[in-house]
């Protein structure tokens, strides 16, 4: 955020619940299962490259720059397809599913990235009265909507599981819409968004049956908020070095300790403005966090606050360049790179390549 973080969330946990009215009630778009038609098919192939970036939705140039070394290198190593962990639209979000920022953050960008783009919803994608609050979630349904409008942008739900290729699957990933746990402007009224409403329960039940259900040999969550961060926002349940409940995270932390560690062999995140690789910590189960949220900002070497924040183990971190990753699988091998981008000139460079699994 642009604005003093922490005042503003200090101040938010104050004033949540005379706002919170503000933020939009009802239920959410459901298409967990909503075809693909006229869309950019998804690769049949047993060996697969993915573009992994994230809070990229700014239209500015540095996003152009880092879509720029995208393409350069896609056009030496094609990509299968790509994962965008949200923070999609800045810095308000949507207001329509025609919305013209579509085109001018999403489409014209990465023209050439000819491609699937599997979508996650992030907090800026749900804003009410300030950037990123996410106290207005149903805004996130304009880019559900937009699915059915665009050949590359694949959100189908605001949660749902793909499977890659279809038959015999190399890989699952179940994208995840932690936003109504996370936001900054609770939903205090309105039970359904609540961390024991319908929505949240409902999306724990799916996910609990289909990683059960899943015979891909890679698991991998999908989610804008992380569970490890060293950087500025901090681990779920210190979220900006805070403890009001609930803008800290403890329910976001709590979904990943019951649903997701331990049965996933990555989770991928957005939200900080770094390129983080971690080590997987106890509670982890062996559950690898990676943050890749610096398609378009980064928090220029801010690293945790003050000491605020639980530090974790890194094999790799970087809150000053611009970048994205790159995850190879085969069904034997996961390999990560790391890309910065050099905005002076626009070159890029891999930093970081190991072999994860």
Known sequence: MSLD???????????????????????PARAENAPATGKFPLPDADRLRILVTGDAGTGARPQWQVADAMRELHAREPFSFALGL?????????????????????????????????????????????????????????????????????????????????EQPVVEFFVLDLNPIAAYLPPLFQPYWAADGQFMTEQAAWLDRAIDESPAKWKIACTHHPYLNNGPHGNAGEYEGLSIEPIDGRYVKDFFEAHVLGRCQFLLSGHDHSLQVLEPNAAAKGTRQIISGAAAKSVHGEPSTGGKHTANGALYENYTDLGFMVLDLTPTSADLGVYTVDLSNGGSANVFQRRLG
């Open 5 to 27: 973080r922490r005042g503003f969330l200090t101040g938010t946990a104050a004033t949540a619940a005379g706002v919170a009215a503000l933020a939009a009630t009802g239920a």
């Open 86 to 166: 949200g923070d999609n639209v800045y810095e308000q979000g949507p207001w329509s599913d025609d919305d013209a920022q579509f085109a001018a953050k999403f489409e014209d960008p990465n023209h050439d990235l000819d491609f699937p783009w599997l979508m996650v919803q992030g907090n800026h994608d749900n804003s009410s009265i300030l950037p990123g609050d996410g106290g207005w979630l149903l805004r996130g349904d304009h880019e559900v909507a937009y699915h059915a409008r665009s050949a590359r942008w694949f959100m189908p739900s605001r949660y749902y599981s793909v499977r890659i290729p279809q």
